[in-house]
């Protein structure tokens, strides 16, 4: 469901930003951050100099412009939550991550309705920054319902019409499905109800939504797992 692409650029970053980029991850993400950006060596420079702020910036503008960069941006914010953690740097980077993942949040609608591309990105991108930044292990609470609102969003009866929320919702689901559940079961019964009655009910279904509905609910009724037989069979149909 999620196709590889080991060549992929991200072609919109000049020299200057790839170098902010650089220097504040310095070695905490090489291996990453130079398959995103195809990068070969890079300038060991101070990441004290570095506004990180502006990278935070950065990151998350990018990821609303770009699915691929939204499912490996988490990473690098974690990435760099963990280094400024280390070094008692003030969590300047983490505090201004959270702040714009709560001024995106509270602009979903306008953002869904102005571009649906970007709000599958904005999703993507907050599922995954979910899914990395954790507090002793766990996911933060805060992030919780937020999360949850967004996925059931996405599986309102006209958002099931659009082939990309369903894909984008079932791919976060098989992503952190489980740990959502573990902070809060209810919510993802109410989730799942929409899904289910999405799947039996809604009219104007393509192929392919109704097949990832399946598959979704089957993988949960499975204990967020599939059989080798059901995952054969259901990858099998959507390669095909």
Same mark, same amino acid.
């Given at each position: ?21 650089k220097?504040?991850? %310095? +070695? ?9 950006? $195809? ?8 990441? $004290? ?8 910036n ?12 939204? %499912?490996?941006?988490?990473?690098? #914010? ?7 953690? %280390? ?9 201004? /991550?959270l ?27 907050? #599922? ?29 009866? &006209?958002? /099931?019409?659009?082939? &990309?929320?369903?894909? #984008? ?7 952190? +499905? &489980? ?42 009724? +499975?204990?967020?797992?599939?059989? +080798? ?12």
């Amino acid at each position: 469901m999620e196709n590889s692409k080991e060549d992929y650029k991200i072609q919109s970053f000049d020299q200057d930003t790839q170098m902010l980029l650089k220097t504040a991850l %310095k +070695g905490w993400l090489a291996v990453v951050l130079s398959f995103l950006l $195809s990068l070969t060596s890079f300038q060991h420079l101070d990441p $004290s100099a570095v506004n990180l702020e502006k990278v935070c910036n950065i990151i998350v503008d990018q990821s609303l412009k770009d699915q691929v960069f939204s %499912k490996e941006a988490g990473r690098m #914010c974690y990435t760099i939550v963990q280094a400024e953690a %280390k070094q008692n740097s003030g969590n300047v980077f983490r505090r201004n /991550l959270l702040n714009r993942l709560q001024q995106e949040f509270k602009e979903r609608e306008e953002t869904r309705t102005r571009s649906l591309q970007e709000w599958v990105c904005f999703v993507t991108f907050f #599922c995954n920054v979910f899914d990395y930044l954790k507090v002793n292990n766990t996911p933060m609470e805060a992030l919780v319902h937020p999360v949850y609102d967004c996925l059931m969003r996405m599986a309102q009866p &006209e958002a /099931l019409l659009n082939e &990309e929320e369903v894909d #984008c919702l079932v791919l976060q689901l098989h992503r952190i +499905g &489980e740990q959502l559940e573990k902070m809060n079961s209810q919510r993802m019964d109410e989730l799942f109800f929409l899904l289910r009655d999405g799947f039996l009910l809604q009219e104007g279904l393509s192929s392919m939504a109704r097949l990832l509905l399946l598959e979704i609910l089957e993988f949960r009724a +499975g204990g967020w797992l599939l059989s +080798g037989t059901a995952q054969k069979y259901y990858y099998s149909e959507i390669a095909d």
